[in-house]
């Protein structure tokens, strides 16, 4: 952990990755950790409202969207954003954020999906209130590493009571490979949410794959966490 705790990547960095199609984090297909514990976010409850950090252009939100949910992300890159309504066909309107400057709101046309494009931490629970459902994937191990406890208080925001936040987490050695994305071991995991949160380990996988290799790292461990906030 401590090899990248001074790792640090600009918002325009992660533009650059868009513009130049540098997104091998994107996955074309529901990610299979969402699938397999869905039921244990759900828990019955029908139209959700799910919030997806640093969601890009998730194939997730649809998938959600279709079954009946409701969807805000937040995504710094507009190409980002408008690749995903292009990609899944969707019609869309684009409006400012009067809370936020130089923020913009992209909305599906049946009001299921809204993406702001701006910065995460500019974002907050007055814009959109709190949610019942969080999908962590590909965010909290993105961030810089330095920015942990703001991002973990800004989650912890926009939980409502009875929220069901699910986290994806990745593992490996530290030493072989500079990230992003950022090794987030469960020890981190306890540190930043801990004392506000039940923290329930519901699945582990190997999760290597031949482009990892690249990396110059020999294992990746994929976890996902189940967080529900501690009765006050």
Known sequence: MAVQADRVMALEEWEERWNEGRIGFHQPHIHRMLESNIDKVLCGRQQVRFFFPLCGKAVDMKWLADMGHVVVGVEFSEKGIKQFFEEHGLQYKEEPVP????????????????????DLYKFSSAIEGQFGAI????????????????????????MDKDC????????????????????????????????????????????????HKAWGIDSLLEKVYLLTLKAK
């Not at 990230?179 to 801990?194: I, R, W």
């Not at 949160?197 to 482009?211: R, S, Y």
């Open 164 to 211: 069901r936040y699910l986290l994806d987490t990745l593992e490996y050695n530290p030493e072989l490979y500079k990230g992003p994305p950022f090794l987030v071991p469960e020890e981190a995991v306890q540190a930043l949410y801990g004392e506000d949160c039940d923290i329930k380990l519901l699945q582990a996988a190997d999760a290597l794959e031949e482009k």
């Open 99 to 118: 809370d936020v400057p130089e923020a913009k709101v992209f909305k599906s046309s049946d009001g299921k999906i809204s993406i702001y494009q701006c």
């Open 135 to 158: 999908w962590d994937r590909g965010s909290l191990v993105a961030i810089n590493p330095c920015d942990r406890q703001k991002y973990a208080a800004l989650i912890k925001s926009l």
